[in-house]
């Protein structure tokens, strides 16, 4: 495994120890072992970041966008050169089995092509005013922009979630998760130096970090990937300032089955919306199964069936198809739902508990887990668990079910199985998310915008749009009357 060299903080084009000088050590939480140390930032070392990143940024702003194209091309390039170490580093880190963490970078990588082929895309228009004047509109972008970024895919979100406000124009701090930042400080060293120095930023730290960001006013643009509380907290902080955010929040996401499918498909596809493999940690996971009385029992028992394949392993490990939960607290809040839904008089009809294997002993492990005779109303129903916790509702009266799904502040993600086009179509467009799906599950597609509604976030990533959601729109407006009068 390729541990980063630096444990400091990345501004400015270079390496900095911390202002107060702390520093944390990261455990595995698969294992428990220590695997590195970083550095704990503060409002200081904030502060001195978004200077460096504000003169970053006055070169940034002015390189042709094609030339800044060519650098984001080349940083994916060195990201896929260093994949398989980094699969390594962020399995070992996060939890995530290391046989599905390739992709990770590989997604990254492909999001820095995606967006350096649209920076000719940031387009203004002009506005017809007669022969004696010229309007027109150009894109500029914001400035400086943080990024506040979740755990469950660490190098995914820390580098793809610079790709879209890099190719507008912007410099970008990005704030690693706490409890899986070590791929970050890689992705400093690898690509931190085809950028003019203060254009990329990786300040590691808590919580003080991350208002620090919010509130600092140098800072002209808010991107955040984690819960709804912290999203409400960092959307009140920008109020101050009336702040622009990008918000990618948690979900309670509904897979709606109909009685016309195949129970076979329809079981695949219910075990895998749950992102079994990373314990369930995705916020776009399908965790409330809502499952037509006619197909019931059959569906059931084949998802219990196909769960056999998901068994919690080392994530190290190559043969490993179920990482671990990422920490200790997170560990014992899944646990507590489990719990719940036993009080509350779900019926488990698969998993339930921790692993019972010795190897497994110093990390933080849960069965894949399945609740069937689940109520709208029961905790596991309502809230999002972020665990491998999939809840079964049984449904017969459309209204009803459809009621329930959209019952929720959250807004995520939906997917609906159905043979019926035209039923499929319908029910798409009466259910408040995002993002849906018809007969597929869990994939991201490039250009096609992923983001929620409600309580779910704010702003479309992926796609052209996240880039222009990084630029300002200004109006300029030429009076050709008076320049003639001048001659």
């Known amino acids: 495994m390729v541990l980063p060299a630096q444990d400091g903080l990345y501004y400015g084009g270079a390496w900095h120890a911390p202002h107060a000088g702390r520093y944390e050590d990261i455990h595995s939480p698969g294992d428990g072992s220590r695997i590195g140390r970083v550095a704990v930032g503060d409002a200081t070392d904030v502060d001195a970041a978004v200077g460096a990143a504000r003169q970053g ?107 879209a406000p890099l190719a507008a124009g912007n410099a970008v701090i990005i704030k690693p998760p706490e409890q899986a930042p070590l791929s970050s400080l890689r992705l400093a060293e690898i690509v931190g130096g085809l950028f003019p120095p203060g254009v990329v930023s990786i300040i590691n730290g808590g919580r003080d970090v991350g208002q620090a960001l919010v509130s600092h006013p140098g800072v002209g643009m808010l991107g955040l990937v984690g819960s709804i509380p912290t999203g409400r907290a960092v959307a009140r902080g920008a109020a101050e300032r009336l702040k622009p955010m990008l918000l990618e929040l948690g979900g309670k996401n509904a897979l709606i089955a109909y009685p016309d499918v195949d129970p076979d498909a329809l079981a ?25 009385e006619s197909l019931y029992d059959a569906v059931i028992e084949r998802i219990v069936e196909r769960c056999k394949a998901f068994v919690p392993g080392l994530p190290t490990d190559p043969k490993t198809t179920m990482g671990a939960i990422i920490s200790q607290a997170q560990h014992a809040r899944v646990l507590s739902y489990i719990a719940s839904a036993h009080e509350e008089g779900a019926r488990l009809v698969c998993g339930g508990k921790v692993p019972d294997d010795p190897s497994l002993a110093g990390g933080y ?114 009076s050709l009357r008076r320049v003639a009068a001048q001659h």
């Open 365 to 478: 492990y849960v069965e894949p887990t399945v609740f069937a005779d689940v109520s709208p109303q029961m905790r596991i129903a309502q809230e999002e668990i972020f665990g491998p916790v999939l809840s079964v509702i049984k449904w017969h009266d459309e209204a009803q079910m459809l009621a329930d799904v959209n019952g929720l502040d959250y807004g995520l993600t939906c997917a609906i199985w159905t043979n019926d086009l035209e039923k499929g179509m319908r029910t798409a467009s009466r259910v408040n998310a995002g993002f849906v799906w018809i007969n597929e599950v869990g994939k991201h597609f490039l250009g096609a915008p992923f983001g929620g509604m409600k309580q779910s976030g704010m702003g479309r990533e992926e796609c052209l749009g996240e880039m222009l959601s990084f630029t300002q729109e200004k109006n300029i407006h030429v």
């Open 57 to 163: 940024f006055a070169v940034w702003r002015d390189t042709p966008p094609l030339e800044r194209a060519r650098i984001l091309k080349a940083a994916a390039v060195e990201m896929r050169k260093h994949a398989a170490d980094l699969a390594r580093l962020d399995a070992a880190d996060c939890g995530n089995p290391v046989a599905e963490m390739t992709s990770d970078v590989m997604v990254a990588a492909a999001l820095f092509e995606f967006f350096a082929g649209l920076v000719t895309e940031m387009k203004g228009a002009s506005i017809p005013m007669g022969p004696e004047a010229i309007d027109f509109t150009v894109r500029e972008p914001v400035g400086v922009v943080a990024r506040i970024v979740a755990f469950n895919h660490p190098f995914m979100f820390a580098a793809g979630k610079m790709a």
């Open 268 to 292: 695949a596809g219910a075990v895998a919306g749950m992102n079994f493999t990373w314990c369930g940690q995705s916020c776009g996971s399908t965790s409330r199964l809502f499952l037509h």
